[in-house]
Structures are given as C-alpha cells and as structure tokens.
C-alpha cells in the first residue's frame, strides 16, 4: 500500500512536471505589436523656403571641407580662374576647397569636348556627377568641372559660375546673377545662394543611423522581430549593435557592421524566447560609440496591438 502511495506521489508529480514543461513553452496564442510613433521620424533639416535654386533639394557634400583636382590640361590662365573661384567661394561661405593629387571630390578639366565616361549630370560644362539620396540631403560625392573659356572679368565669373554647378546650384532666372546661362562681367553670386550654402553646410558631418520600418509578434513565449535600419546621415557610420528589449528586459544584441551613407540593411530574428508570460511593450534600439546628427532615432518602441 505504501509502495503504492509513492509510486502514485511520483507520477503525479512527473505528469505536474511534464505539463508545466508543455504549458511553458508551448505557444498559445499570436500577439502583434505595433510602433507607438512613426519610425521614419528623422533629423529635421530645413532650407527655409529655397527650394528650386538646385537641381534637387539640399545637396551638399558630406564635409565643409572639399578636395579638388586640377588637371593638367587646364592653362596657366583657366587654372588661376578656378582657384580664384574655390577663394571666392570660401571667403563667402563656410567651406574650405583644398587640392588633392588624387579621389578628389571635384574634378576640374580643360578639354575642348566632355567627355562621355565622364556621365555629367546635365547637359554643360559643371555638375554633380554621383550623388546619395537620404532623409534629407541628396548628398554629392563627386563633382565635375570642364573649364571651356578664359574669363576677361576682374572675377573670375565662369569659373565660379560652374563650381556652383558641382555644388549642386541651377540657373537663375536673374540676368544679374552669376548663374545666369549667359556670363557676364558684372554679375553677381545672390545672397540667396550664400544663405542657403551656409545653411546646408552648418550641419556636422555625422552618420546618422535610424529606422526606417520596424515589427513584431509574439508567437507564445516566442518573439518575432523585423528592423531596417538605414544611415540617413553626412558621414559613413562605424559598427553598431541591435538591441531587443522585452518590457524593459534584454533579450538579444546582434551587431550591425558598419555602413556608408545611403545604404541600410534589413535584420530579421525569429524564435527569441520570452520568460515572462505576458509583454506588454518591445523596443528596438540601435547602440552605437560614435556621435550621429540625432540618436532620439535609434529608438523604436511598439506596444501590444489592441
């Protein structure tokens, strides 16, 4: 009879054990989580009202600071031209043209024809020839100049005239102004198009890493997590981590390699066990070392979907 007892005390306590095994880990029901804010919230960058002076809003280089090259086909005359244009501009502006021997970000030629490798962006002597889009700067990384014609001027106006076409800068419609299609001595460069280099040059090269779509689900006691990540910034960003938070608990950390300017990637995991039976909220958030143009957008938190 005692041999009984204790054999029915431990099977009963096995069966208790293998059921809370089974109700423990087995997935019940889905949950769904959405985000609590849009996550394409971004660095906010405005060029106060001047849209149209270029060829596409906010384009800038990813520094103040500018290298240029010179090629040896320009004369003695076109080349003192050109550096005559990158003073002028600098005394101007915030930015600083210095020359490189080579990977310039400018490049400045004296050919009697342009060259078709050469892919210019419009159709004439001056442009951005590759150029990033983000949140909110299409970001130039290279630049072409071909210089056609000396400049009888006291400044050096056609030199300048296409420099700020590799800056980004269209025609105006102003006779007197220096980006008029048709040059002339006494033309100006328009305190429009000062105000506005300054403006997009007084943002700091920074990576700028956020998200651009985030998801989850909760299958059971197991997370389901989807983030794009993107890096909407001036500078290429270094390693970062993924961190996934469950009601303020951490739950997993995958790292994100380092990505240039433009480019994003897409990190799904799947099956992340959860401990607590009920969660309530999920954040992602992306932890990087290196200083961005904004962090309040590495953060995405998603609550249980109602």
């Known amino acids: 009879m005692k041999d009984a007892i204790t054999w029915l005390a431990s099977f009963t306590f096995v069966l208790f054990a293998i059921t809370s095994i089974f109700f423990y880990f087995s997935p019940f029901e889905t949950s769904e989580f959405v985000p609590q804010f849009e996550v394409q919230k971004n660095y906010n960058f405005s060029s106060n009202g001047t849209a149209g002076m270029q060829f596409y809003e906010n384009m800038r280089y990813p520094d103040s600071k500018i290298s240029y090259k010179i090629d040896d086909s320009c004369n003695l005359q076109r080349k ?30 004296c050919e009697d024809k342009i060259k078709v490798e050469e892919n210019f962006f419009i159709a004439g002597e001056g442009g951005p020839t590759n150029i990033t889009k983000t949140k909110n700067f299409n970001v130039i990384s290279h630049g072409g100049i071909v210089l056609l014609k000396n400049s009888d001027c006291e400044n050096p106006n056609v030199a300048i005239h296409e420099l700020l076409h590799a800056m980004g800068f269209g ?35 920074e990576a700028d890493l956020s998200f651009e779509k985030v998801s989850a689900k909760m299958n059971g006691r197991y997370l389901d997590v989807n983030a794009s990540v993107r890096n909407n910034g001036l500078k290429d960003a270094g390693e970062s981590n993924l961190i996934i938070y469950a009601d303020g608990k951490e739950l997993k950390q995958v790292e994100i390699n380092p990505m240039k300017i433009g480019y994003g990637v897409t990190i799904s995991l799947g099956n992340i066990f959860v401990s607590d039976i009920n969660v309530n909220e999920v954040k992602m958030l992306i932890n990087s070392s290196f200083n961005e143009l904004d962090k309040k957008n590495n953060e995405a938190i998603l609550n249980i979907k109602n």
């Open 80 to 109: 003192s031209n050109m550096e005559g244009a990158f003073g002028k501009i600098e005394n101007l502006t915030f930015i600083d043209f210095y020359p490189v021997i080579e990977n310039e970000e400018i490049s400045v030629v």
């Open 171 to 205: 025609h105006s419609q102003n006779k007197n102004n220096i980006m008029y299609e048709v040059s002339r001595c006494g033309q100006i460069i328009g305190d429009d198009t000062i105000n506005l280099i300054n403006n997009l040059y007084s943002v700091e090269s």
